[in-house]
C-alpha cells in the first residue's frame, strides 16, 4: 500500500494509515521530490516524471501489486502512476482531487511560492485543512511537526511540481482508468463539488463523503478515512 502525499505537507501525514494498515500490508509512503531525502527537481519536471520516480523507489521495496493512496497532489500522482502501470496497480483511493480540467489552484500556489519562498509553506499547510481542524490542538500539533521540517523542502522543486500538476490532461486520463478506483472526500473541502463531478468521469468509481472533513481527511479524521478504505479493499478482495 503506498501512500503519496499533498503539497505542501510530507509523507507523515500518512502517519495513522501507516501504522493501521501495517498489519495487512507493506505500507510505503514516499517523500515527492524536493520533500525529505528525496531529489529536486530539474527544469521541465513532468507528472510523468514524479510517477516514474515513485516507481522507482517502490520498485526497491516491492514487487507485489500495488493499492495505491493519494491526497491532492498525490491523487494525481497516483492516478499518472495507474496509466503508466495498470497491471501493476490493484487498487487507486484518491482523496483531495475533484474534476479540475483548468487547475486554477496551480497558478495561486505559484504565485505564493514564489513572492514569498519557504514563508508560504505556513500559510498553504493551514489552508489545506479545515478551519476547526488547523485550529485545533491535534491539528496544530500536526501541522506544526510537518513545518519542523521546512529545512528539508525544496521550493524550486515545489513551484515546478505545481507548474508540471497545471498542464492540461489529455480526454482519456479520466475515463481510461483501469484499477478499481474509490474517491474519499470531505464535505469541507473546497474541492468537495468537484470531487463530485469527478465521479461522472471514472468508470465505475466509488466515493464516500466524510462530515465535517475538509481536503486532508485522512490527518482530520483517520479513523472515517480508514474505514472507508479498509471497506473497499475488503469487499475487492474478501
Not at 60 to 89: F, Y
Not at 197 to 219: F, K, N, Q, R, S
Request: proline share 6%; charged share 20%.
Amino acid at each position: 500500500m503506498v501512500f503519496l502525499h499533498p503539497n505542501p505537507l510530507d509523507w507523515s501525514c500518512w502517519l495513522y494509515q501507516m501504522t493501521h494498515f501495517s498489519s495487512r500490508y507493506r505500507t510505503i509512503a514516499v517523500d515527492l521530490p524536493g520533500y525529505g531525502w528525496s531529489p529536486a527537481a530539474l527544469d521541465g519536471l513532468t507528472m510523468t516524471d514524479v510517477a516514474d520516480a515513485c516507481w522507482e523507489a517502490i520498485d526497491e521495496l516491492s514487487g507485489e501489486p500495488a493499492v495505491l493512496v493519494g491526497c491532492s497532489l498525490g491523487s494525481w500522482v497516483a492516478m499518472h502512476m495507474a496509466h503508466q502501470r495498470p497491471d501493476a496497480v490493484s487498487a487507486v483511493v484518491l482523496s483531495g482531487v475533484g474534476y479540475s480540467p483548468g487547475k486554477e489552484f496551480a497558478p495561486k500556489r505559484i504565485s505564493g511560492y514564489e513572492e514569498h519562498g519557504i514563508a508560504y509553506r505556513r500559510t498553504h499547510a493551514y489552508e489545506v485543512v479545515s478551519e476547526s481542524f488547523g485550529t485545533s490542538a491535534r491539528g496544530r500539533y500536526l501541522i506544526e511537526s510537518i513545518l519542523e521540517r521546512d529545512n528539508t523542502v525544496d521550493i524550486f522543486t515545489v513551484i515546478e511540481m505545481f507548474r508540471a500538476l497545471g498542464e492540461p490532461d489529455p480526454a482519456w486520463f479520466w475515463t481510461a482508468l483501469k484499477p478499481p478506483c474509490l474517491i474519499i472526500t470531505g464535505e469541507l473541502d473546497n474541492a468537495h463539488q468537484r470531487a463530485l463531478a469527478l465521479a461522472d468521469h471514472i468508470p465505475g468509481v466509488e466515493i464516500v463523503t466524510l462530515a465535517d472533513a475538509g481536503h486532508t481527511c485522512c490527518m482530520e479524521q483517520p479513523w472515517d478515512f480508514d474505514d472507508a478504505l479498509a471497506d473497499f479493499l475488503r469487499r475487492l478482495d474478501p
